[in-house]
């Protein structure tokens, strides 16, 4: 394996890895404040589908984006409503928003399109281009790292840097702002939060919100950034391995971009070699796509470094008692 | 005091639930532009209208009420299985290596070894996440969606490199033997001579299934075992302080959980496909999990949501052949149902009980 295959195959992960990345940020805020988020798959196709569809309207990619960001949030606001406000089982609601994204991004794409649940392919403005980043031609004679810097740095669409900026920006508001402090503690401990005489309910339905923005960010970039349009069932299971990589990462936004990097190139790996041989034994590629859900169970189990989630996850809080 | 009385807790309840879904279903019908009243009138023709439609529903009722079964369980002991289909994955996998070990004789030794493959290959599947839930406090939750992911990886790679007989591009196994062919209920009734629900798929297992209810219900309601699952399920510590162990309850119940899930596969694989081939579960094992909640986990319960639902996939297969309208129709409506009975249950609940507690006031002042 030579330098320039490596380059491309950490460019792909970085490709595969910003829409987990994006999404795992999303889970993050969501559960960091004690509402356990299953339906991060169907937000992002719900977005997915939104984005590419408008964008195939419009003709505008931003246009786009403003409408996934939309779609997203609405399902987030109707877990909220069922979890927060109904008190309902968050993990049942998490289930019926997934299914809700699947059946009807079909329903309203074949009835809008009639292209089999597919948008028409997106072209031009419609989609997001390539930003070349300053020198990238001119320093790419410097040995190593000019064509690291051409390769993997440059050339991405915007949304891949927004998802990396979004990295530190999580960390800042989660461990460095006032709002970041009361989301946790609503996630550990809603009833100390509630006698500090901070309202546990809007604090959740914040979360529950960040939670739907980015995750429509993640669905849009998928649709209009990594393909160009939208396919039924895209998503295929990446909010799943969010979820994974959720655990992995311990509910931590820089443990975050490791585990959804990891989880991207275990994905360039399986797409661009069948069987890998290691000599001894010969990986199959079906054990390449499952390792993200075998690491994490393993994660999960305790065995290597135990995963903690929030304590007062998954609870109602309810007022009095 | 109880704040709903029985019946409507029961009763009352699930079924707002439902009609709303079916309302916003409708809605959701007008808004693509078609017509909600036509399209129910299509669905209950495809679906009812006919011996072929109920052959139909009936077999997919089948597969509803094994999943949903294994729902209500693990429901029971207050564990979301959400692995029912990984479990029932891996029964198809126990029912083809158990048809085609051998050339059978008959079916019934076929059914009844395919049967305890379907449920020991299931209870597998469930093992592991449901140990890691008892010992190590891992959310089964998670646990079973991995587990479901891990298990069509593994199937995949079965199927393409070890199972798939040689000469054959498609990833599937080689049909099972003569001998482990299940009878249709057609080749029932036409041997009682009333032939009935000519070509469809709907087989002995749907007796199975019935006496799975049944079972689950004895089971649930009549056995010490039964107890200990509910109060277990009920509250751990008042459990724990009589004794339960809940590791064991954990483990017993997510085990016959994903026995049921698996035995799914014998009206798929063996009744229907009579080869094993990749997504054979076609997504029941998640509508397992609207048919217990629609059922309040009572066994009677999921066989009559297992029904609807029924109803449902054929009629919407019907729906999409006639009309402009996909498949895809049904996943919303699943999905409305799971949000209704599951996740917004409270919205209906706490009008009711306001209701009720208002009718209630002034015969309560007239006993005083």
């Keep these: 394996m030579d330098y320039a295959t490596i380059l491309q195959i950490l460019d792909s992960t970085v490709r595969l890895g910003t829409p987990l990345l994006l999404a795992c940020l999303a889970g993050l805020f969501s559960e960091r404040a004690g509402i356990f988020d299953i339906g991060l798959e169907g937000k992002m196709l719900m977005a997915g589908f939104a984005a590419a569809a408008i964008a195939a309207v419009s003709g505008s990619v931003w246009i786009g984006v403003a409408a996934g960001l939309c779609a997203s949030l609405a399902l987030a606001l109707l877990h909220g409503l069922a979890s927060i406000t109904f008190r309902g089982n968050q993990l049942i609601s998490g289930v019926a928003i997934n299914f809700l994204a699947s059946g009807l991004t079909v329903l309203i794409g074949q009835k809008w399109f009639a292209l089999g649940g597919r948008t028409p392919s997106l072209e031009g403005a419609a989609r997001f281009a390539p930003i070349e980043l300053p020198f990238a031609e001119v320093l790419l004679p410097v040995p190593v790292a000019g064509p690291l810097y051409r390769e993997l740095i440059s050339g991405h669409s915007v949304l891949v840097y927004v998802a990396f900026a979004a990295v530190p920006a999580a960390w800042w508001v989660l461990y460095r702002s006032r709002f970041g402090l009361r989301l946790r503690a609503v996630g550990e401990n809603p009833a100390a939060v509630d006698t500090a005489g901070i309202s546990v309910v809007r604090m959740r339905y914040a979360a529950v919100a960040i939670c739907g923005l980015l995750c429509g960010l993640a669905g849009a970039y998928l649709a209009t950034g990594l393909s160009a349009g939208f396919v039924k069932e895209m998503t295929a299971g990446r909010g799943y391995i969010a979820l994974a990589a959720l655990i992995f990462a311990k509910w931590r936004p820089w443990y975050a971009l490791g585990a959804t990097m990891l989880f991207g190139l275990l994905e360039a790996i399986a797409n661009r070699y069948q069987n890998i041989d290691l000599g001894a034994v010969v990986l199959p590629v079906q054990f390449m796509q499952a390792l993200p859900y075998i690491l994490t169970v393993v994660i999960l189990a305790g065995f290597v470094g135990r995963a903690i989630p929030p304590r007062a996850g998954g609870e109602p809080y309810v007022k009095e008692r | ?368």
């Excluded at chain 2, 449901?130 to 939750?141: F, M, N, P």
């Design chain 2, 1 to 368: 005091m109880k704040r709903l009385p029985d019946w409507a807790d029961v009763v009352l309840v699930p079924l707002i639930s439902v009609v709303l879904a079916f309302v916003i279903s409708a809605l959701v019908i007008l808004a693509i532009g078609e017509n909600p009243v036509e399209a129910l009138q299509i669905m209950l023709t495809g679906a009812l209208g006919s011996a072929y439609g109920w052959g139909y529903t009936l077999y997919y009722a089948t597969n509803f009420m094994f999943t949903g079964l294994a729902v209500a369980v693990a429901f029971h002991a207050s564990q979301f299985n959400i692995g029912g289909e990984g479990q029932a994955t891996l029964g198809g996998l126990g029912v083809a290596v158990v048809c085609l070990a051998f050339d059978w004789p008959h079916w019934t030794l076929a059914l009844a070894a395919a049967t305890v493959g379907a449920a020991v290959f299931g209870a597998a599947w469930a093992a592991v996440p449901a140990w890691l839930q008892a010992k190590r406090g891992s959310h089964i939750v998670i646990t079973t969606i991995m587990f479901n992911f891990i298990g069509a990886s593994l199937l995949n790679y079965l199927l393409v490199n070890v199972m798939r007989p040689v000469g054959s591009m498609d990833p599937a196994t080689a049909r099972f033997p003569a001998g482990a062919k299940l009878p249709t209920l057609f080749d029932m009734t036409s041997a009682l001579g009333m032939p009935l629900f000519k070509s469809t798929p709907v087989n002995v297992t749907l007796f199975i299934a019935l006496a799975a209810c049944v079972a689950v219900w004895l089971l649930i309601w009549r056995t010490r075992l039964g107890y200990m699952i509910r109060a277990f399920g009920r509250s751990e510590p008042a459990a724990v302080y009589a004794g339960i162990s809940p590791v064991k309850i954990t483990m017993y119940a997510l085990l016959i959980s994903g026995a049921l899930a698996g035995m799914m596969a014998i009206n798929a694989t063996m009744g229907e496909q009579k080869r094993l081939i990749l997504n054979a579960v076609e997504g029941a094992g998640f509508i397992g999990i609207a048919v217990a909640l629609m059922g309040r986990s009572h066994p009677f319960g999921v066989f009559l949501a297992a029904l609807l639902f029924g109803f449902l996939f054929q009629g919407g297969a019907e729906l999409a052949l006639w009309t402009t309208i996909p498949r895809e129709l049904i996943t919303v409506i699943q999905a409305l149902v799971i949000l209704f009975t599951g996740a917004l249950d409270n919205m209906v609940r706490m009008p009711l009980e306001r209701l009720f507690l208002a009718l209630r006031r002034p015969d309560g002042e007239a006993r005083r």
